[in-house]
């Protein structure tokens, strides 16, 4: 599945009375729901041993890990401009907890934690277009 593909199957589940997709392509995994709120949430995977996110660089050697964004896409801190943001440096972020939101065609994604991490940086400001891979945070595993 290339990124194109990807973001035609979100606009069109978007557009779509459908809750809920599962497509699975070879080890690649995508996941979309659409929330009680209107919103969606989309998480692709790659399930190839060993099995971990396609949003997350992890290299295996170093201490600080990248945090990269699946698509391209606007950039948001927090869920409101009112709100504080989701994570800052210094936040003690558990698995699955909200670091940002990436909206692409008018679709609200939650990026979400693999694993329990702190946050050693974070490199998109608010408003921040962001392309495929792009770095968004540096984490430490905890």
């Given amino acids: 599945m290339n ?3 990807i973001l035609s199957l979100i606009d069109k589940f978007n557009s ?3 809750t809920e997709l599962d497509l699975q392509e070879g080890n690649l995994r995508l996941q979309l729901r659409k929330l009680s709120s209107g919103t969606a ?4 995977t ?3 041993p060993p099995a971990k996110s396609l949003h997350l ?15 391209v896409a606007t950039y948001y801190a ?3 401009p009112e709100s504080a943001p989701f994570v800052t ?3 003690k972020v558990k698995a699955g907890e909200t670091l940002c939101i990436l909206e692409a065609m008018k679709m609200m994604n939650h990026l979400e934690a693999d694993y329990d991490c702190e946050i050693l940086e974070v490199f998109a400001s608010n408003g921040d277009l962001v392309e495929y ?3 968004l945070f540096s984490v430490k595993r905890l």
């Avoid at 949430?41 to 692709?44: L, P, R």
Wanted: hydrophobic letters at 30%; a negative charge; charged letters at 20%.
């Fill in 89 to 91: 440096v210094g936040t």
């Fill in 3 to 5: 990124e194109q593909l």
């Fill in 133 to 135: 891979e792009q770095a």
């Fill in 46 to 48: 790659n399930e190839s």
């Fill in 16 to 18: 779509s009375n459908i």
């Fill in 57 to 71: 660089g992890i290299p295996a050697d170093t201490s600080a890990e990248k945090i990269t964004s699946p698509i």
């Fill in 41 to 44: 949430d989309a998480v692709i």
């Fill in 78 to 80: 927090s869920p409101n």
